[in-house]
């Protein structure tokens, strides 16, 4: 496609529709505007019984405010843009159920952590505009009904097809209008990677040694794998097609997110302590998977797949 293509408007209604109502999905759809956002309910046993969905919403600054949600219903006009928040593990599936209902030109913005389920749905749907997000807002949900916007980051989205391309002005104009910062990223893999290299080094420690994100540094479980995990992480970089990094300067990174977010409980201990399944599989699983498709050795990355893996089916198994 040649740069000087046309940028197209965003079809539909105006309405921003959001599918996960976890704690992003509520994060977005409390900043956007309140008219021209709605949840698209997900087929089967948790479509919701209430015609909206409300909670308070903890702002960074301290303010909050209550914020009430329509669900919206399959009968409404074709929205602008759906926003697919949903676990990394459950969003193919809940795209199978939900994507008969949306028009074929209605671009999806994948917001899911780690890497493999966006190519995943890229694959199953080449020909809708489908875009990819990395973002940097720390949100979580201390209780049901309240929503924390824990701390404010930046948002870079990009075209993972070719018919999202001439979309992808429009689209961050509109994911704009929440007022937090967001940018059109031309490299969309390459922003997906750096990020996946700071939380494959993270969030699978927090969750084994179920401990907040600064604690970690010091303790030997982590001091024990850090660099051959670094090292594991620059062979299968070289090996991709991305920006090649240096083992100490991966440990660099971690180690400087590890520090700024210290208090953090990083997304993986969280899914951990409520008895969700993690996303491991999206993380380390998906370094583990590539360094192999490679013939690249990844004993770290595995095996640190395998405990959180173990960690969650015994406490599935302790709960039943
Ligand atoms: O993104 C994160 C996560 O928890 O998933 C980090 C960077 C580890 C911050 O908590």
């Given at each position: 496609m040649s740069g000087r293509e046309e940028k197209q408007p965003l079809p539909g209604n105006g309405v921003i529709a959001i599918l996960g109502a976890g704690s992003l999905g509520q994060l977005w759809a409390g900043y956007l505007p309140a008219d021209k956002v709605a949840f698209l309910p997900r087929k089967?046993?948790?479509?919701?019984?209430?015609?909206s969905l409300s909670y308070r919403l903890e702002r960074v600054d301290g303010s909050a405010l209550s914020v009430k949600i329509p669900w919206l219903s399959s009968?409404?006009?074709?929205?602008?843009l759906l926003l697919v928040t949903t676990k990394a593990g459950d969003t193919l599936r809940a795209l199978e159920s939900?994507?008969?209902?949306?028009?074929?030109?209605t671009p999806l913005v994948l917001f899911q952590n780690g890497m493999g389920s966006q190519q995943a749905v890229a694959e199953r749907w080449p020909r809708r505009p489908i875009l990819a997000a990395s973002t940097t807002e720390g949100a979580n949900r201390p209780e049901p009904g309240q929503t924390v916007h824990a701390g404010r980051g930046e948002t870079w989205i990009g075209a993972l097809?070719?018919?999202?391309r001439p979309l992808l002005d429009a689209v961050v104009r509109a994911l704009a209008s929440s007022g937090l910062t967001v940018h059109s990223e031309a490299s969309i893999y390459q922003r997906l990677w750096n990020k996946l290299v700071i939380n494959a080094g993270i969030n699978a420690f927090t969750a084994i040694l179920?401990?907040?994100?600064?604690?970690?540094?010091?303790h030997r479980f982590y001091l024990e794998h850090i660099d051959g995990l670094c090292a594991e992480i620059a062979a299968v970089l070289c090996a991709e097609d991305c920006q090649p990094l240096a083992p100490d300067t991966i440990r660099e990174r971690i180690e400087t997110v590890a520090r700024r977010t210290a208090q953090n409980t990083s997304s993986m201990l969280g899914d951990r302590q409520q008895g969700r399944t993690t996303e491991i599989e999206f993380i380390n699983g998906y370094i583990a998977r590539r360094g192999q498709d490679h013939g690249i050795e990844v004993p770290v990355n595995q095996m640190l797949t395998e405990r959180v893996k173990q960690l969650s089916a015994g406490a599935k198994a302790g709960s039943s």
């Open positions: 089967g046993s948790d479509a919701p019984d209430r015609d009968s409404i006009d074709q929205p602008s939900r994507l008969p209902d949306i028009p074929s030109g097809t070719d018919s999202a179920n401990c907040r994100n600064g604690d970690i540094l010091n």
